[in-house]
């Protein structure tokens, strides 16, 4: 049989390589779905349309304080585009540069640098503060009471003091809320490092004995997800005063908007994201071939995992991931990195994670769970021996990823390749449970 010359995104290029058609089960590159033409009249039109709510300018009043929460640099969610285009709308209500706040929605991720905020926030950089959020600046958060489950909630000072909060962000399918966007704003977007621990705490499940993942946590579950639920109720205490989320392609372009009512507009979008971004399969296969989709989906192994957490599903155990990420910030994050390496097995890991639960060491909880099922080979420009420590198998780019698995898997696998996927999430026919207990 022949063969074929395909790319999967690397960093802000691509990478070439060969593979065998008797090789290639299907090219998975999401839904051919139709762009905006014209991103910022779309976003105009949406403004004057939201969702079970009254448009801004009928709700706002000159001398209100307004925060504006946006996605941070490990996101892609139209931040030069959308922002601007609301602070176009507050100034011509009558709410000047002054009273208005961009607040980054960094959960526990890192502080930007300058140059990242330029970049992030295209005009709007410069004319209003942008500041970002530290969840661990005590100083800087309020605490509000409990949820239901018994989270602490503290949350930005800015945020829970400002007359109107609006909501920006990206919709997509998440391995523990169901979907980004929306509420996740709040929590972990603008909370504080306690709150934010104790929420994705509960995507463990409940039974110690039994141990594993909470069965209701999972991509597109939001009833009964704990984790979700959990959210909405902290997000319910901000009630927030209005939503502006994108729906995005694989390559980041607009889709759909949807504004309005922070649930409302929400679930709305959800229900968009699930037409865009679900594929159904007939079966696993022996290998998958993934790409994160590039930057700044693989700007670090932490963020790259995603693409990982997506599509363990997909592959049958026993069989390979292929996962090509440049990450240029390297692992991404010490506590991921910790609970791979420190603790060896699976009832270690979730000991540490019940008495210190980090979202970080959670991630990195889920990759050890699908090393128990396949092995994963990991094309980046990471030290080898770190990519070893961690318990993959460094590879320097596809083609060898290719002749690795003839040589050691065997000549005829079957793989899907997908080179969008950290977004693009699939359904199998006969889906069962990703990570069960033991």
Same mark, same amino acid.
């Given at each position: 049989m022949g063969s074929r010359v395909l790319s999967l995104p690397y960093g802000r290029g691509m990478m070439e390589f060969t593979i065998g058609e008797e090789n290639v089960l299907r090219i998975i590159d999401g839904g051919n779905f139709s762009a905006a033409l014209d991103e910022e009249e779309e976003i105009k039109k949406a403004l004057s349309n939201p969702i079970n709510s009254k448009p801004m300018r009928e709700m706002l009043k000159k001398g209100m304080r307004? #925060?504006?929460i946006a996605s941070d640099i490990t996101r892609v969610a139209k931040n030069d585009v959308v922002v601007p285009l609301i602070i176009d709308e507050l100034?011509?209500? /009558?709410?000047?540069? &002054?009273?208005?706040?961009?607040i980054t929605a960094t959960g526990t991720h890192r !502080?930007? &640098?300058? !140059?990242?905020?330029?970049?992030?926030? /295209?005009r709007a950089y410069g004319k209003v503060d942008i500041i970002d959020h530290d969840a661990k600046?005590? &100083?800087?958060?309020?605490?509000?009471?409990k949820t239901k489950r018994g989270t602490e909630v503290y949350i930005n000072k800015r945020v829970f003091n400002a007359d109107f909060i609006i909501l920006t962000g990206a919709i997509s399918y998440h391995f523990m809320a169901g979907f980004s966007g929306g509420r996740k704003s709040i929590c972990p977007g603008v909370s504080g490092y306690k709150t934010i621990q104790m929420n994705h705490k509960l995507m463990l499940n409940s039974d110690e004995e039994k *141990? /594993?993942?909470?069965?209701? #946590? *999972?991509?597109?579950?939001? +009833?009964?997800?704990?984790?979700?639920?959990?959210?909405?109720?902290?997000?319910? !205490?901000? +009630?927030?005063?209005?939503l502006v989320n994108v729906i995005l392609d694989d390559r980041g372009n607009l889709l759909k908007v949807v504004c309005g009512d922070y649930k409302e507009a929400f679930l709305e979008g959800c229900?968009?994201?699930t037409s865009f971004f679900s594929v159904s399969l007939p079966a696993k296969a022996d290998a998958l071939i993934l790409s994160c989709g590039g930057f700044p989906k693989d700007i670090d192994f932490y963020q790259a995992t995603k693409a990982i957490e997506n599509w363990l599903k997909a592959v049958r155990d026993g069989g390979y991931i292929v996962l090509t990420a440049e990450c240029p910030d390297g692992i991404g994050h010490e506590g991921f990195y910790e609970i791979i390496t420190r603790y060896r097995t699976r +009832?270690?890991? &979730?000991? #540490?994670?019940?008495e210190e639960f980090t979202i970080a060491r959670a991630v990195g909880y889920i990759l050890t769970l699908g090393l128990e099922k396949t092995k994963i080979l990991l094309v980046s420009s990471m030290d080898e021996d770190l990519v070893r420590e961690m /318990?993959?198998?460094?590879i320097k780019d596809l083609n060898n990823a290719i002749n690795y698995l003839k040589d050691n898997f065997k000549p005829d696998f079957k793989s899907y390749i997908v080179p969008h996927a950290s977004t693009i999430v699939p359904f199998l026919e006969n889906d069962e449970e990703i990570f069960p207990g033991k």
């Open positions: 307004v #925060v504006i100034n011509q209500i /009558g709410i000047p540069d &002054e009273d208005i706040t961009v !502080k930007h &640098e300058e !140059k990242e905020l330029k970049m992030l926030f /295209g600046d005590e &100083e800087d958060l309020v605490y509000i009471g *141990g /594993g993942i909470n069965p209701n #946590v *999972g991509h597109g579950r939001l +009833k009964d997800n704990p984790i979700a639920e959990d959210m909405d109720e902290i997000c319910d !205490k901000i +009630k927030p005063d209005f229900s968009f994201a +009832k270690e890991r &979730e000991r #540490v994670l019940r /318990g993959l198998i460094p």
